[in-house]
């Protein structure tokens, strides 16, 4: 479904740090500390990208013995479109607000 | 303190064996006559030793399962794994996946603080239909139960509190289950034992209606507590028929068993009222003598046993006792009732104490303890250990069943 509500700051702040190494599976806990996030905040943030579509998971089972598998995350390639959108819109307020102001009508896909 | 297998089993024997005999020391000290020596001795003996019996069973299963597993996590560990088991099955992948975080995450404050924000966050997933179906749904119930109170209090006074409280039980099932499921409905996992369950339940609202307009003093019996409780066992009934848990709703055979026997119990209980001050003839006089002593202890115990031998585990067990009991409960409240008026009716007796003269509405009370209270108990109990020594018993028949 097409929104044109734009994605909050948090979610904004997870796509575009998932979309730094787009090929990469990225772990859960790692996102939390590298964005100073709850667990709270991101789990549900990373329900939503993955139920559109944006976002593919897998798990990691090499991992040491009696721990659990681990979930992994990377932006799929609708994701990363979100990602560049995201990344050109958060530029252009920055130009923004260091300039004119004006208020392009964008629509944000999934997010 | 770690917990271990025998630990906990400790802990319960001794919790079980305090809480009943001060609960018995009560009840003799309120008792009028007081019971012979022999029977008090046997009522305060033999209901915690099949309770004990029961619970080790019990716990005995689930320490071969996720017990084990959640006596060697810390607190934090606990915590999110119960709530990670209490996800719908769509969910549970992100949970397991919180668990396996936390499982990386190192010092005590961190791990409560990553378990506490996960439990947090579980609890505000996006439900399947969305937040506005959801919100549509609790509107309804919020309307369903703001009308249902004076509408049944004004057709039957006596059951405003349990229209109230049923309505917005029931109601609570159906927005739990459009937060779950991704198309909200039904699961019906097992049809014949959930319409007779579902049946059971309607005829136990339609004689309590009945027997309330034909007796509006019997309300006094049907304090605002008991009507909660009424609502709350049949609601709970009906959630196990409808939306039952995915591991009842495992073997149709457990399920199926479970509900002949409720059948079983209620035509039992019908019959022995009936036979009651009768004179049969004496073939049917030793018949029914042998049918009406072992058909109570039978109803629990077979079935349970029968599923746990025939799918080969206590848990197949435990589906026919929960089945059993869940069907038994509304089938005999609806028909203690209008035997309780028949009878009365008769010669002003009650339909329990045949000796003692009482208000009809005292049958209301009865039934209440009795259907709601000690059939269940003691059922669940017999059954329980039905289905432990069933599943012991396909363990010795196949030593080499690695489970």
């Known amino acids: 479904m097409t929104r044109s509500r734009r994605p909050s700051a948090q979610t904004t702040a997870v796509v575009l740090a998932l979309a730094e190494k787009p090929t990469a599976w990225r772990y859960g806990y790692e996102l939390c500390q590298q964005l100073g996030l709850k667990p709270g905040s991101l789990y549900p943030i990373l329900v939503r990208l993955a ?24 932006l799929t390639g609708s994701g990363r479109a979100l990602a560049t959108e995201l990344a050109a819109a958060t530029a252009a307020t920055a130009t923004r607000r260091s300039g004119p102001k004006g208020s392009p009508n964008e629509r944000w896909q999934g997010a | 303190m770690r917990w271990t297998r025998r630990r906990v089993q400790t802990v319960t024997t001794w ?10 020391a009560v009840a003799l000290a309120n008792a009028d006559p007081l019971p ?8 305060l003996v033999v209901p915690p030793l099949l309770w004990v019996v029961a619970a080790r069973l019990v716990l005995r299963h689930w320490w071969s399962g996720p017990g084990s597993r959640m006596s060697a996590m810390d607190l934090p560990g606990r915590l999110l794994t119960v709530a990670v088991a209490a996800l719908p099955e769509r969910r549970r992948e992100w949970g397991r996946a919180m668990l396996a975080e936390l499982a990386e995450v190192q010092g005590r404050s961190a791990r409560w603080w990553f378990a506490l924000s996960s439990v947090g966050a579980m609890l505000w997933l996006p439900p399947a239909g969305g937040w506005p179906v959801l919100a549509l749904a609790a509107g309804v119930v919020v309307v369903s139960v703001a009308v249902a109170g004076p509408a049944v209090g004004a057709a039957v006074p006596g059951l405003r509190v349990f229209a109230v409280s049923f309505t917005g039980l029931v109601g609570a099932m159906v927005v739990l289950a459009v937060a779950r499921l991704r198309r909200p409905r039904p699961r019906l996992p097992v049809p014949a034992p959930t319409v007779l369950v579902t049946s059971g339940v309607a005829a136990s609202i339609a004689v309590t209606v009945i027997f309330l307009r034909r007796e509006p003093a019997a309300a006094q019996y049907l ?10 066992v049949l609601a709970g009934c009906l959630w196990v028929a ?7 709703g495992t073997s149709r ?13 209620a035509a039992w209980f019908w019959l022995a009222n009936r036979t009651d001050g009768t004179e049969p003839p004496l073939p049917l006089v030793l018949l029914l003598a042998l049918v009406l002593v072992s058909a109570p202890v039978a109803v629990f115990f077979v079935p349970a046993f029968a599923a746990g031998r025939a799918g080969q585990s206590f848990r197949s067990g435990l589906q026919a006792a929960v089945w059993t009991v869940t069907a038994m409960i509304p089938l005999t409240y609806a028909i203690w009732l209008p035997e ?4 009365h009716a008769i010669d002003g007796r009650l339909l329990i104490d045949g000796e003692v003269v009482a208000p ?3 049958n209301l009370a009865d039934a209440l303890a009795f259907c709601l209270g000690i059939f269940p108990v003691l059922g669940l109990t017999l059954a329980v250990i039905g289905a432990g020594l069933g599943a012991r018993t396909t363990h010795r028949a196949v030593p080499n069943d690695p489970s």
């Open chain 2, 223 to 232: 304090p605002p507590a008991a009507a909660v409780y009424l609502a709350a």
């Open chain 1, 51 to 74: 139920d559109r579509g944006l976002l593919e998971t897998t798990w990691d089972t090499d991992v040491p013995a009696g721990r659990p598998p681990r979930h992994l995350y990377r």
């Open chain 2, 36 to 43: 012979p020596l022999e029977t008090a001795v046997r009522q």
């Open chain 2, 242 to 248: 409808v939306a039952a848990p995915r591991w009842l």
């Open chain 2, 340 to 343: 309780g008026l028949r009878r």
């Open chain 2, 360 to 362: 009809v509405g005292a």
């Open chain 2, 253 to 265: 055979l457990a399920s199926h068993l479970g509900a002949a026997a409720a059948v079983v119990f």
């Open chain 2, 15 to 24: 919790v079980i064996v305090v809480v009943w005999v001060m609960f018995y």
